[in-house]
């Protein structure tokens, strides 16, 4: 494996970056403060227009859709865009870029769930499907949703979704609960894909379908916001959600019916990576924002930086860093190389080292402000409350730590 990046992604980060130094940094103040203006009003939900200001801008210097891999971008030229034609390995460090503001990368059309929906509209949709979602999502003007998780049953053994998908005449009629719908808040959610149950009797893999639901059919109720440790993440929010007796065309269905765990494989493996590099590019702000501030303050007559618990903890939050990095890397070649199956171990791995390491490196910069750490005049309680999340979405660690352990026990089972 070569570690060193491409020219072209070379080229792209330092774009990037500038981007970032230029607009993205310097408006995080007023990122917080437009939500606050909009909540006085009575409008918390309303989209940014400080978002929207800096879309146009990242258009304007080719930095959009950057997300999307070559081997789909002819698909998504009747959109004018076929982004920017990376490998995912390619694509890693420029979503840790991305990631050291965690509402930066709507700014690119990078965010999720977009990003994954996209793909899977890439991949599996129909011309029709592509022509009426997927390229208004290209061009960032509606946003989507991912309906999988549901309160009633431990989603962690996706088998146990029970929500239905029964088939009447020329419609599909849709019943069940869902949560921690992340996007569903935003009034520009136009699309929700929806995992649910066609056939009880299939096999166990085969019972489940997705389909294509749009956010205005009757009989859909966005029932609340959920927050994370206080966080409800508006204007994109975490939502709860009740589908009843929702109808929507048999032309809905991707691929068929049946196929819903082959999406989900196809969609979360990519979308894996794209989290994992985020949350260390979440984790590098962190330790810049720890060692700043750690050379900053004196405490029993030296700076912080200078006490042996917290050079420690700089030296184990850098070789934790690189680490994942590194791993993450991996991951993303072999996906390239060899493909999504090929690679799930390390998909695994990276799935359970990112958030992991992510959390303990800004539990330490925490620490490192003090008081200071868990209050919004930081954004470190918040960067915290994004990673430990991260240990749920696509799959909490026990999953990911069991299907690990199997590969590894596989290798040393008896012929």
């Known amino acids: ?20 130094d230029r607009h993205i ?48 971008g002819a698909a998504t030229q009747s959109a004018g865009d076929t982004g920017a034609g990376l490998s995912n390995q390619e694509y890693a460090p420029l979503a840790e870029t991305m990631g050291r503001v965690p509402w930066a990368s709507e700014v690119f059309n990078c965010s999720a769930p977009d990003t994954g929906n996209m793909e899977t509209l890439v991949r599996y949709g129909s011309a029709e499907h592509r022509k009426r979602w997927l390229e208004p999502l290209l061009r960032g003007e509606i946003r989507s949703a991912f309906a999988m998780t549901e309160p009633d049953v431990a989603s962690s053994d996706a088998t146990n979704i029970a929500a239905r998908i029964e088939r009447q005449g020329d419609d599909y009629v849709i019943n069940g609960r869902k ?44 029932v609340r916001p959920l927050s994370v440790f206080g966080y409800d993440d508006a204007p994109h929010g975490h939502c709860e959600i009740t589908f009843e007796n929702v109808r929507v065309p048999a032309a809905n269905m991707l691929v068929g019916e049946g196929r819903g765990f082959e999406i989900a494989q196809g969609r979360l493996g990519p979308g894996r990576i794209h989290h994992c590099m985020r949350l260390i590019g979440l984790a590098e702000r962190a330790l810049e924002l720890m060692c700043k501030r750690a050379s900053s303050r004196v405490a029993f007559g030296r700076p912080v930086a200078d006490q042996g618990v917290t050079r420690e903890r700089i030296a184990e939050a850098r070789c934790r860093i690189d680490m994942a990095r590194l791993l993450t890397l991996k991951a993303a070649w072999m996906m390239d190389v060899a493909g999504n199956k090929a690679a799930k171990a390390e998909i695994a791995m990276i799935k359970v080292v990112a958030p992991s390491m992510a959390c303990q490196v800004i539990d330490w910069a925490i620490q490192a402000h003090g008081g200071g750490g868990v209050c919004d005049d930081f954004p470190l309680a918040y960067f ?32």
């Open 384 to 415: 915290y409350a994004g990673a430990r999340t991260l240990r749920f979405a696509d799959g909490p660690d026990e999953v990911h730590r069991n299907a690990i352990a199997k590969l590894e026990l596989g290798r040393y089972a008896a012929v």
């Open 179 to 222: 949560w921690w719908i992340s996007g569903a808040g935003d009034p520009r959610c136009a699309i929700y894909i929806f995992m649910g149950k066609t056939d009880p009797e299939a096999p166990r893999h085969s019972q489940q379908s997705m389909i294509l639901v749009p956010s205005d059919t009757k009989g859909i109720t966005v």
């Open 25 to 72: 940094y310097p408006a995080e103040a007023a990122y917080w403060a437009e939500i606050e203006v909009n909540t006085k009003a009575g409008k918390r939900w309303t989209p940014l227009r400080l978002i929207e200001d800096l879309k146009s801008k990242a258009q304007a210097e080719g930095l959009w859709n950057l997300f999307l891999p070559e081997s789909v």
């Open 1 to 20: 494996m070569d570690f060193d990046y491409s020219p072209g992604t070379k080229e792209l980060q330092a774009r990037l970056a500038a981007f970032m």
